[in-house]
T-cell receptor, first 117, second 112 residues
């Protein structure tokens, strides 16, 4: 247990569904991240939030919509996904210094295994 | 853009033996951090060891140590006295600023 909790652990959704992934950290961190992990591919950074502000969007399609209401919670809202979006979605958090996200190590949750049918 | 390359998709080691996982990276930055993460079947990404680029001394954490060659942009992980619980996917990662870039991973099998 790293202090980063993701729910649900598994999610199956149709292409017309709307669902949300939740991430919560109890580490007092102020930066949070979404990563996508597909088979045979390196982890892909999707979004970075620092002090609740989005500081990076790595050219992610608009069918993925992040939300960070406070430094402890991060959501990923999913809408009209495609089968190729099936993957493990990992949330991470770290300690940023000021407005510059200059973190050392990131702590990861256990991920949500998403299957789009 | 920074890239991280792990040239060994799979490695295996006998229990109690030593294994070295390779990692190279490409960057024009001078200030950065390097990490090795472990991802067991539980999917939890766990930090194994970290290295600051400005430090010449290789990092060590119990049975885990690195060989950091900054000029060669190489960052290998040595696992000594391998244990069955070391079996996992190992990822090398590079961090500069806000971006943490991962390699493709090396699947390590530990044989009893």
């Amino acid at each position: 247990e790293t202090g980063v909790t993701q729910t649900p652990r598994h999610l199956v959704m149709g292409m017309t569904n709307k669902k949300s992934l939740k991430c919560e950290q109890h580490l007092g961190h102020n930066a949070m991240y979404w990563y996508k992990q597909s088979a045979k591919k390196p982890l892909e950074l999707m979004f970075v939030y620092n002090f609740k502000e989005q500081t990076e969007n790595n050219s992610v399609p608009s069918r993925f919509s992040p939300e960070c209401p406070n430094s402890s919670h991060l959501f990923l809202h999913l809408h009209t996904l495609q089968p190729e979006d099936s993957a493990l979605y990992l949330c991470a958090s770290s300690l940023a210094r000021g407005r510059i996200v200059s973190f050392t190590e990131a702590f990861f949750g256990q991920g949500t295994r998403l299957t789009v049918v | 853009a920074q890239t991280v390359t792990q040239s060994q998709p799979e490695m295996s080691v006998q229990e109690a033996e030593t294994v070295t996982l390779s990692c190279t990276y490409d960057t024009s930055e001078s200030d950065y951090y390097l990490f090795w993460y472990k991802q067991p079947p539980s999917r939890q990404m766990i930090l194994v060891i970290r290295q600051e680029a400005y430090k010449q001394q290789n990092a060590t954490e119990n049975r885990f140590s690195v060989n950091f060659q900054k000029a060669a942009k190489s960052f290998s992980l040595k696992i000594s006295d391998s244990q069955l619980g070391d079996a996992a996917m190992y990822f090398c990662a590079y961090r500069s600023g806000s971006r943490l870039t991962f390699g493709e991973g090396t699947q390590l099998t530990v044989n009893p």
